[in-house]
Each structure stands twice: as structure tokens, then as C-alpha cells.
């Protein structure tokens, strides 16, 4: 398998965080998706790291690293990626924790 095509950066602005740079870091994926669930999701998410929902095209895959979530008040979820995690050895596409 060739790692380097599943390198993960993250996708705020300003954030140097990738698989590369910090690979102990968390990367959780964007949201993605055709539902109407998951659209909203997405541009909820994007609208909360301050990206035009424009400049990312629905089918791009992105990621948002650990820094952004605040995982002490959301310790359900962290809790799931955390396992989820761990089964898979990083690599999971983490979209099915949502
Ligand atoms: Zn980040």
C-alpha cells in the first residue's frame, strides 16, 4: 500500500497539521456524502473552520485535525474515534463515527 496517497492534512486555515508533519495528531474527515444530512453536515463544519463553502467542492475529500475539536466536552465522539482509532491503526476513513 502506498502511504503517501493517504497522507491527511488539515483543512483550517492557518493549521500546519498533516499525517507527514504531526502524525501522532487525530485526523477526522469532513463530512461527505449526497444525504441531505450529510451536505448540511459538511457545510456546517466548513462554516465553523471559516471556509468558503465554495472553495471546497463536495467531493473533495478534507480533514480537520485533533486541535479543532474540543474532545473533553464532546468525549462521546472522542471516545468512538478513539476506538475506532485504534482498530484500524489510523487509517479509517472515520466519516461512519458521524
Ligand atoms: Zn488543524
Known amino acids: 500500500m502506498d502511504k503517501a496517497k493517504y497522507s ?5 486555515p492557518q493549521c500546519e497539521s498533516s499525517s507527514i508533519k504531526t502524525p501522532g495528531k487525530i ?3 469532513l463530512p461527505v456524502g ?5 451536505k448540511k453536515r459538511r ?8 471556509r468558503n463553502t465554495d472553495d471546497i467542492s463536495e467531493n473533495t475529500r478534507g480533514f480537520v485535525c485533533e486541535d479543532h475539536f474540543n474532545f473533553e466536552e ?3 465522539n ?3 474515534y478513539k476506538v475506532l482509532i485504534q ?8 466519516e461512519e463515527a458521524f
Open 27 to 29: 485526523f477526522i474527515s
Open 87 to 94: 482498530t484500524e491503526n489510523k487509517l479509517l476513513n472515520l
Open 34 to 38: 449526497s444525504s441531505k444530512n450529510q
Open 74 to 76: 464532546d468525549m462521546e
Open 43 to 50: 457545510m456546517l463544519w466548513l462554516r465553523a473552520m471559516r
Open 78 to 80: 472522542y471516545l468512538k
Open 8 to 12: 491527511k492534512y488539515c483543512l483550517v
